[in-house]
């Protein structure tokens, strides 16, 4: 059984819409859940982290976690061109040290 | 967001080689990781690094991978005999705690040939 799993895409929008990013995760003891965006050729930066149920915002991005469902999703708000990027999820387990899971990716794309 | 740098940002090494990646946290955390890309492919975790020890370590972490970090300052990991398998972009990561987000270095891209 995977452990991280996320829609490979490629997910296309155009810009000024909102782009629905979503993971789901194996373990239900998962306890820190993130999302990193990376370039091709480039490492993971990290845009956004969740801990709690619910939704949290941050400027333009959204990341929503629901624990019963072992789902967490990231909305992208007013896509722009230079969010064209793949996006990580990755899950932090509650028996781990620090070490995080990731899921393959979602290649987006924004066109103008 | 806290810096990390990396060192060198391109190896090409011949199969058998011994190769060293270091890793410069420009910061006070606590709890170093080697994760490693291969091209195509998830990022996967290699070991963490705590209290001048591994704490963590995952299968792919063999006898042939060791690190450490010998001043306190640089973080390195070391492969003692590459494969042409071990091609990959090796990220260095650094945390505060164990349970916060984790700051990812630039990488170093490995070529075993």
């Known amino acids: 059984q995977k452990e991280v799993e996320q829609n490979s895409g490629p997910l296309s929008v155009p810009e000024g819409a909102i782009a629905s990013l979503n993971c789901t995760y194996s373990d239900r003891g998962s306890q820190s859940f993130f999302w990193y965006r990376q370039y091709s050729g480039k490492s993971p930066e990290l845009i956004m982290f969740?801990?709690?149920?619910g939704d949290k915002e941050d400027g333009r991005f959204t990341a929503q976690l629901n624990k019963a469902s072992q789902y967490v999703s990231l909305l992208i708000r007013d896509s722009q061109p230079s969010d064209s990027a793949t996006y990580l999820c990755a899950v932090r387990r509650g028996s781990t040290l620090g070490r995080l899971y990731f899921g393959r990716g979602t290649q987006l794309t924004v066109w103008p | 967001e806290p810096e990390v740098t990396q060192t060198p940002s391109h190896q090409v090494t011949q199969m058998g080689q011994e190769v060293i990646l270091r890793c410069v946290p420009i910061?006070?955390?606590?709890?170093f990781y080697w994760y490693r890309q291969i091209l195509g492919q998830k990022v996967e975790f290699l070991v963490s690094f705590y209290n001048n020890e591994i704490s963590e370590k995952s299968e792919i972490f063999d006898d042939q991978f060791s690190v450490e970090r010998p001043d306190g300052s640089n973080f390195t990991l070391k492969i003692r005999s590459t494969k042409l398998e071990d091609s990959a972009m090796y990220f260095c990561?650094?945390?505060?705690?164990?349970?916060?987000?984790?700051?990812f270095g630039q990488g170093t891209r490995l070529t075993v040939v």
């Open positions: 910061s006070n955390h606590l709890y």
């Open positions: 969740i801990y709690s149920n």
């Open positions: 990561a650094i945390s505060g705690t164990a349970n916060t987000e984790a700051f």
